[in-house]
């Protein structure tokens, strides 16, 4: 199994960027999709998820601003931030599980990919 992650770079504050991931040898319609994000120094946290009846969850700090997609037909996973801040800096990582109990607890997913770079500048 396989997760690629990209669309990650430097953009300015206010900007939008959209992060894709795309998955390889997983039944991927059966996942929960879910991106997590990490400053250097600091811990994992969690961003969105969007389980497998297309509901979607976010965190507080992403509400209004973020937007979690998926494409079945594609294996991939989409993030579109809209209204970036500087907080948003981050490495932006995409996890997939099978049986998630909570959205936020890492050792819920089976799968990662390689995590993206995200820079808002101010």
């Known amino acids: 199994v396989q997760l690629q992650a990209s669309g990650g770079g430097l953009v300015q504050t206010g900007g939008s960027l959209r992060l894709s991931c795309t998955a390889s040898?997983?039944?991927?319609?059966?996942?929960?999709l879910t991106w997590f994000r990490q400053v250097p120094g600091k811990e994992r946290e969690w961003v969105s998820s969007?389980?497998?009846?297309?509901?979607?969850y976010y965190a507080d700090s992403v509400k209004g601003r973020f937007i979690i997609s998926r494409d079945n037909e594609k294996n991939a996973q989409y993030l579109q931030m809209n209204n970036l801040k500087p907080e948003d800096t981050a490495v932006y990582y995409c996890a997939i599980g099978i049986v998630v109990l909570r959205n936020d607890l890492e050792s819920d997913y089976e799968f990662w990919g390689q995590g993206t770079l995200v820079t808002v500048s101010s």
């Open positions: 969007i389980n497998s009846a297309n509901s979607t």
């Open positions: 040898g997983v039944t991927f319609p059966y996942y929960t």
